[in-house]
């Protein structure tokens, strides 16, 4: 485990110990302000991925249905991040990927994942550069390859090392966040990067070409998940809004089935793209709605019967192996954390 990682595990742990004493204390925010159905106030803690949640955001849906809720976005680059700031208190929803939640439940953050926003495709990928000549995994030896650490695209990327043999010790992995990958590309400081779009989306079009995808993982069962994760006492003291927020995310989904291009058009200037190319980036995601997240195979309708639990605990059992956590909770823990309730519209 390299001392950077370390320190990241030490700084969570040493927050989310923080954060459950105030809990405990009554000092939360959300519960303090919360006068009835639904709070004064909530923050959202979100990332620039083309999903239902980017476009509740952008069309202004969320401030329709709760006129009188004062709505807060926060942006974030990555789920680490979005971690640091649930243990902090900082905000009352985040979306996360499936490996910083895993993370984020073994390290006893006071959250719960309440929907999937999106099943990862194409839209985390491998990028190597055309001009290298790059052909395979195991090419990657000796090459240096720029990874936000903590993140769906840091466990797709040891994960096709090791479906492949190749010690990722041979490979200098460096930690990047997107925007510090897009710079480091363009100074051709680094050879690839497993990452999501936009970015990826730029190294593709910067000489870049896809070795391996997320969707190429899955179909070798190593499944990830863009995940909305919700403070535990928020949605204790608010379902009313948890659940109403889902029906906005659903009604979302929708407009995007019925009228993809009108979803992409909406899209395009947040993705800092054209409309053809914030279409492609949509596509390379799955959405779903509640009713679909129901099935047994994703969240489910019942702690013991979710699907998304065992992913969850196969990914934590992954970074344990890797030293990247120093243990991972069992299924009933990732099992607890999964808050169905909110799905049943």
């Known amino acids: 485990m390299s001392k950077k990682t370390k320190r990241f595990i030490v700084l969570i742990s040493l927050i989310a ?3 459950l004493l105030l809990a405990g204390c009554g000092t939360d925010k959300a519960k303090s302000e919360g006068s009835g159905k639904l709070p004064k106030e909530v923050t959202i803690g979100y990332q620039v991925i083309p999903n239902a949640e980017l ?3 952008t069309l ?3 401030e329709k249905k709760f006129p009188d809720v004062k709505i807060n976005w926060k942006p974030f680059d990555s789920g680490r991040d979005v971690n640091t700031a649930v243990a902090a208190g900082s905000i009352d929803l985040g979306l996360a990927g ?4 895993a993370i984020g439940v073994a390290n006893k953050l006071p959250y719960q994942v309440y929907f999937l926003h999106d099943i990862i495709g194409d839209a985390e990928s491998l990028a190597v550069r055309k001009s290298e000549g790059t052909q395979s995994i195991k090419d990657l030896a000796g090459k240096k390859v720029a990874v936000p650490f903590g993140s769906t695209s840091h466990f ?3 994960s096709a090392l090791k479906s492949e043999g190749v010690d990722p010790a041979s490979v200098t992995i460096l930690d990047l966040q997107p925007q510090d990958i897009l710079a480091a590309w363009q100074r051709k400081d680094i050879d690839g990067a497993f990452v999501w779009n936009p970015t990826l989306g730029k190294l593709l079009a910067d000489d870049g070409t896809v070795l391996v995808s997320a969707k190429q993982l899955a179909d070798k069962g190593i499944i990830t998940a863009d995940v909305g994760i919700v403070r535990s ?5 608010y379902p009313d809004f948890l659940k ?10 929708q407009s995007y089935r019925d009228h993809p291009e009108d979803a992409a058009k909406a899209l395009a ?10 279409l492609a980036q949509t596509k390379q995601l799955v959405w779903l709605t509640s009713k679909e997240q129901q099935d047994a195979k994703y969240l489910g309708s019942k702690p013991e019967e979710s699907g998304f639990a065992d992913v969850l605990l196969q990914t934590g059992q992954f970074l344990v192996e890797q030293k990247q956590i120093p243990s991972a909770p069992s299924l009933g823990d990732y099992q607890k954390a999964i808050n169905q309730a909110a799905l049943q519209q």
């Open 17 to 19: 110990s923080l954060s």
């Open 55 to 57: 476009l509740v955001k």
């Open 60 to 62: 202004g849906l969320a």
């Open 98 to 101: 499936s490996v910083p939640v």
């Open 156 to 158: 797709s990327l040891l």
């Open 233 to 237: 006492a928020f949605a204790k003291d």
């Open 244 to 253: 109403q927020y889902v029906s906005v995310l659903d009604e979302a989904v």
């Open 269 to 278: 200037p947040v993705l800092s793209t054209d409309e053809a190319d914030a």
